[in-house]
């Protein structure tokens, strides 16, 4: 079921129909996806292949910070189940919680990406910079890449929420509610992968 079959009402609580106009813009947006996925599906697959080339830098192990990548995964991960609870309350008309909800989860990814930019800054400092080896220049690009990704996220929740406080949770509102919140829960799905393939085996190497 798309959000364009949801029922369209005047007074029920759900109103996240839409028609063709939605379904269409709900296919672009997947199509979007879909091609996101595959740009980085390239980026895991050019740092698989360069992670062992470090050249006369330092490898991973050196570098990566278990404690941190752990407090990185935790605000992206709880910022996923904050934006679910925006969603939640969105389907009961409940503007404020929706733009409380959708105000937290902008901080969680605000911290992920002050977390990001830091560990950046820590390594460039320490000699570490994305010129220093192939590795480190797959290793920028991809982790930069889903960072700035996060970052056009938090814009787009922001302009979310204004467009909340302004209009209310209209059938567009709500449509384009919907399609943020896929993309929010696809760069966590992006940042485990990240974790799972970068950070953790490069800390237990």
């Given at each position: 079921m798309t959000i364009a079959d949801t029922p369209t009402?005047?007074?029920?609580?759900?109103?996240?129909?839409?028609?063709?106009?939605?379904?269409?813009?709900?296919f672009g947006f997947w199509l979007y996806l879909m091609t996101d996925a595959i740009i980085f599906a390239l980026m895991f697959a050019t740092y698989v292949v360069m992670s062992g080339n470090i050249a006369?830098?330092?490898?991973?192990?050196?570098?990566?910070?278990?404690?941190?990548?752990?407090?990185e995964t935790f605000l992206l991960l709880l910022s996923s189940i904050t934006f679910g609870f925006a969603t939640l309350s969105s389907l009961e008309n409940q503007n404020n919680r929706v733009i409380f909800w959708l105000v937290v989860t902008a901080c969680l990814?605000?911290?992920?990406?002050?977390?990001e930019v830091s560990e950046f800054v820590g390594m460039i400092n320490a000699g570490?910079?994305?010129?220093?080896?192939?590795?480190l220049s797959a290793f920028f690009t991809l982790v930069g890449t889903h960072g700035l990704h996060v970052t056009a996220g938090i814009v787009g929740i922001l302009v979310m929420v204004g467009q909340i406080a302004v209009k209310g949770l209209t059938n567009p509102?709500?449509?384009r509610l919907y399609r943020l919140g896929l993309f929010w829960h696809f760069l966590d799905i992006v940042w485990i992968g990240i974790f799972s393939v970068v950070y953790l085996p490069g800390i237990l190497s």
């Open positions: 009402t005047d007074h029920g609580t759900l109103e996240l129909g839409g028609g063709k106009a939605f379904e269409e813009r709900e006369a830098g330092p490898d991973a192990k050196s570098l990566f910070d278990l404690q941190h990548t752990a407090g990814g605000a911290g992920f990406v002050a977390m570490a910079g994305p010129g220093t080896s192939g590795f509102v709500r449509s």
